[in-house]
């Protein structure tokens, strides 16, 4: 993701981030134009990783989190905050989508239709990233950079620099949560 290697195109985003916060609507469309491919990238990769979401695609995906990242409360302090709540918002919207699919398998307004093999399929991954979802929300009551690092390790596929770099810790300490992210997770997913 070039967004995640420091350059001048960084600091044009980190300033264009200050005068959208100041109320400069120009500041605010010029940034979604500068930004667009690397988030595009972004939900690529996320989508990439979830194949419960057949229909939502990264055009879809974008347009959802448009719509919660322009009603969120103030707006970004720097590229790097920029691009870790940009991962945030596009893992709700993928468990909002994986939620509301499971829903509607479950006597939603559609008429049930049993696909086999591919359909079973689908709906464990689907159960799979509600779970995982809930299991970052317990993690997050304990730890919130554990949660961070997941989300731009795992859903955004940043590398360990690029995460110490949106997270704003030192890439030994990205390394560490990882690693107990990844423990402690794995023991909150257990069956039981």
């Known amino acids: 993701m070039t967004a995640m290697h420091p350059s001048a195109h960084d600091e044009d985003i980190t300033r264009l981030l200050r005068q959208a916060r100041d109320g400069e609507r120009e500041a605010w469309a010029h ?5 667009y491919g690397d988030l595009k990238r972004l939900a690529h990769r996320m989508l990439s990783r979830d194949a419960s979401a057949p229909t939502l695609n990264t055009t879809g995906l974008l347009n959802e989190w448009y719509l919660r990242f322009s009603h969120a409360e103030g707006v970004p302090e720097s590229r790097r905050h920029f691009f870790a709540l940009s991962a945030k918002i596009m893992r709700q919207v993928m468990c909002s989508y994986a939620r509301e699919r499971l829903a509607i398998k479950r006597g939603g307004e559609w008429q049930r239709v049993d696909l086999g093999e591919l359909d079973a399929r689908a709906d464990a991954e689907s159960l799979g990233f509600v779970a995982l979802d809930q299991a970052l929300d317990a993690l997050a009551a304990e730890n919130e950079a554990l949660v961070r690092v997941v989300e731009c390790r795992f859903f955004a596929g940043m590398s360990e620099v690029e995460t110490a770099e949106a997270v704003g810790v030192s890439l ?5 949560l ?10 909150l997913l257990e069956p039981r």
Request: aromatic fraction near 10%.
């Open 178 to 187: 990882w690693f107990q992210a990844r423990a402690q997770l794995a023991q």
């Open 172 to 176: 030994r300490s990205v390394q560490r």
């Open 31 to 35: 940034l979604l134009q500068c930004t």
